[in-house]
């Protein structure tokens, strides 16, 4: 029997799940037994629970899966590397070695077999695959946005009978999910995950700074899904850190270039709250403008009319509006 943990770390909501011979028996979050919101260390405790839940022990398991692959995408990584180097506060780097020392975390705090298989799973492959084996499909279109992932933050694929191959994708920094976590932050609502709260605020605005985002936010580049205007932007910077501690703060994505270009806007509104629900409701209106885009060139390469999508990004139910609200796809 083929017995496989699969394992979510160093990432926002860390996570275990294990499946026996091709079906999921057991998936548990460490935030549920550890009571640290969107924890994103080591889940250990998951890893107990799901085979418990299982009914096994760890030498049973045959294979190990990580959502991550350190060495994808890697002469993009070193050319971003060498382009913002700083000895002292290499983040990226040191993200890379903590996701390479799970495999020896795990090795500390469980007896496996000696034959048993690791897997490093590209990241945006490990979120398509998460929506594809379930769908019953044979063939689709796949879709994966999120902050990022192994550098990267969409990734446009093909999906047929077992094989999912990534057709296109979109590198880090420039990235939806982080632009519109960035501006979830800039309207106060400071702590990891907190994109919901400004997606709901949406709905009580109007669009009116829809323009102005759309133009100083990100550059004109049709070659490109999209692309951000780093000018408002801190990610990208050497020290910058995205990774969620116990507190659930992060840094701070947007620069206080952004205060600037709105400080007549939020001066001239009747009260900030105003402000908050109109620049809300245009955050979602520009972030839905390249959701329509990046979903239109999926349907203009014509692979299939199924489509299944995942990634953080995926949350955004009204963005996902578009999708079931015309006839690009039958399912």
């Not at 009571?35 to 418990?52: A, D, L, N, T, W």
């Not at 991550?68 to 913002?84: A, G, R, V």
């Not at 133009?215 to 995205?242: A, I, M, T, V, W």
Request: net charge positive.
């Amino acid at each position: 029997m083929k017995v496989i943990l699969g394992i979510n770390a160093n990432h926002a909501d860390s996570s275990a799940c294990i499946i026996c011979d091709g079906k999921i028996i057991a998936a548990v979050e460490e935030e549920r037994l550890n009571r640290i919101k969107h924890f994103s260390g080591y889940p250990i405790k998951s890893v107990q629970e799901c085979m418990k839940i299982a009914n096994i022990d760890s030498t049973e398991i045959t294979d190990i899966a990580f959502n991550t692959k350190p060495l994808s995408n890697i002469f993009p990584k070193i050319f971003y590397s060498l382009k913002n180097f700083s000895l002292k506060k290499n983040q990226p780097f040191k993200r890379v070695i903590k996701k390479i020392n799970i495999k020896k975390k795990l090795l500390e705090s469980f007896e496996f077999k000696k034959d048993v298989k690791f897997h490093f799973i590209e990241h945006h492959i490990a979120h398509i695959a998460s929506a594809f084996y379930p769908s019953g499909f044979t063939k689709a279109n796949g879709l994966s946005i999120d902050g990022s992932g192994d550098f990267v933050t969409c990734a446009i694929a093909e999906c047929e009978n077992n094989l999912i191959k990534i057709k296109k994708k979109s590198f880090f920094p420039h990235s939806l999910g982080i632009f519109y976590h960035g501006m979830t932050q800039f309207l106060g609502f400071k702590n990891y995950g907190e994109e919901y709260k400004m997606m709901g605020l949406a709905a009580y605005g109007e669009p009116k700074y829809y323009d102005k985002i759309k133009k100083e936010l990100f550059l004109n580049d049709s070659s490109n899904l999209f692309r951000l205007n780093l000018k408002y932007f801190n990610h990208q910077k050497p020290g910058y850190k995205y990774i969620t501690g116990d507190s659930l703060e992060i840094d701070q994505i947007y620069t206080n270039n952004l205060n600037d270009l709105f400080f007549d806007e939020i001066k001239n509104e009747n009260n900030y709250e105003n402000f908050q629900k109109n620049f809300a409701s245009s955050v979602q209106k520009v972030y839905e403008y390249f959701f329509e885009k990046i979903i239109l060139n999926i349907v203009k390469k014509n692979f299939s009319k199924n489509l299944v999508f995942a990634g953080g990004c995926a949350l955004n139910s009204s963005a996902n509006q578009f999708i079931t609200s015309n006839s690009h796809f039958d399912n």
